[in-house]
């Protein structure tokens, strides 16, 4: 079985990585001091704090985007836990590798005392039975366990596995503490470039943007960049345009992200901010989103944000949709961007929406009355005289009629789906 950092350093979790490693593998912080981000959970009074103080005593899955320091936190806390530590991912392994860990570490616990602390990186690439596999383990006591996932838990663990753990939720490295971290990785003599290439704060930061949150990603733009300076030299604008090159933008068309910026889309065009709306739509596009779900969302909007406050917006997302496709990109994103700015400043409105719900639930919760007579046709003599249609008040002829003749069933005559009739 091959470990995490792929060579015997098990027992150390902060041993020193050779002098080839890459740059963001060298700078893994061996102290929390030099661990940038997470405040929240690292700072005074927070939970990773009173850990590193104390020891851990409980199993954790730490859940963040990439490069948000989840390796480097698991490590830190196994540098002062005390425990036998054993790094695993679930790339490079199966059930069975699963298994063999889980029986030395039982062993080792019998042979030793010394429990395991086992980190599991990816661990949401387990499937559901190799997830279970870890169960009567940890609930025996014989391991603690730190999974790593930058997918949601509640989506892609087992519920016995959570149960048995505590949740952490990793943020984005802050722009600021990427600042920091690259100015230290510059100086750094030791484990980082120890001055050979100069850069101001307004090239890192630069680059910290490119790396939207992601240390691994903004140390390895720091050491691309490094690479085309001469020993002595400045990292300037020239140098950054071309190691930076065309900004790519992390983004999983099937999880999180997708879901997240879509909300943030219609949640903006809801709230009428056509600023807000325009840029989570550019950010979608810019990352490779399909074009026909983002048109088929913003159709929705039409209907349940704006509805009969402006019928028209229907039109324009329709006509934004039908655009796209005929045009295809880049033009026909002008049209999606055109329909977004719309429905954005529209007058809102969801009474649609929510009468629609309310009569949704009168047929699923009572009884499907027959249909009033009176509303029934007659093109028979028989059902004429049945009774079908008797009663019926044309209403162009007989303005009473709207007033006067219920059109709902016995069981719901009365009730208001909209403020007032129109």
């Known amino acids: 079985m ?32 030099e661990y940038v981000g997470q405040a929240h ?48 991912s679930a790339v490079l392994s199966g059930i069975k590798e699963v298994k063999e860990v889980m029986a030395e570490a039982a062993r080792e616990l019998e042979r030793t005392g010394k429990r395991t602390l086992l980190f599991v990186d990816e661990i949401h690439r387990f499937n559901r039975a190799q997830q279970d596999a870890f169960l009567p383990y940890l609930e025996r006591g014989d391991i603690l366990m730190i999974g790593a996932t930058t997918e949601n838990p509640s989506f892609e663990l087992n519920s016995a596995l959570l149960s048995r753990a505590r949740t952490l939720v990793l943020e984005p490295i802050p722009i600021d503490a990427l600042v920091a971290l690259l100015r230290r990785a510059l100086g750094d003599a030791e484990r980082g470039l120890g001055g050979r290439v100069h850069a101001t704060d307004e090239m890192l930061t630069r680059i910290a943007h490119a790396a939207d949150g992601d240390a691994r990603r903004a140390l390895n733009l720091l050491e691309s960049a490094s690479e085309l300076v001469a020993s002595g030299g400045e990292l300037d604008e020239h140098v950054l345009v071309t190691a930076l090159q065309r900004k790519v933008l992390a983004y999983d068309k099937s999880g999180e992200q997708h879901y997240d910026l879509i909300s943030a ?38 209907v349940e944000d704006i509805g009969l406050a402006d019928p028209f917006a229907l039109r324009i997302a329709l006509d934004a949709a039908e655009t796209w496709e005929r045009l295809g990109s880049p033009e026909g994103e002008l049209a999606l961007a055109q329909a977004a700015v719309y429905l954005a400043r ?36 028989l059902m004429k005289d049945a009774g079908f ?34």
Request: with cysteine; proline share 7%.
């Open 2 to 33: 091959s470990d995490l950092f792929g060579d015997e350093r098990a027992a150390d979790p902060l041993a020193p990585t050779h002098a080839a490693a890459p740059l963001a593998d060298r700078m893994r912080p061996r102290t929390a001091a």
């Open 265 to 302: 889309l219609h949640k903006s065009v809801r709230n009428s901010d056509d600023n807000a709306s325009l840029y989570w739509l550019v950010r979608m596009l810019e990352a490779g989103e399909d074009r026909i779900f983002v048109a088929r969302r913003m159709i929705r909007m039409a």
């Open 346 to 381: 529209a007058k809102k409105s969801n009474a649609l929406y929510v009468a629609y719900g309310e009569a949704k639930r009168d047929v699923e919760r009572s009884a499907a009355e027959p249909v009033p007579l009176h509303l029934r046709n007659a093109p028979t003599k």
């Open 389 to 422: 249609g008797a009663g019926y008040r044309y209403a162009h002829d007989d303005p009473g009629a709207k007033d006067e003749m219920t059109c709902l069933p016995p069981g719901l005559v009365g009730k208001r789906y909209f403020g007032r009739k129109p």
């Open 41 to 88: 959970l690292v700072e005074g009074g927070g939970f990773v704090a009173n850990v590193l103080e104390k020891g851990l005593k409980q199993s954790l899955i730490l859940w963040g985007p990439p490069g948000s320091g989840k390796t480097s936190l698991a490590r830190l806390i196994a540098s002062v836990s005390g425990l036998r530590f054993v790094p695993f």
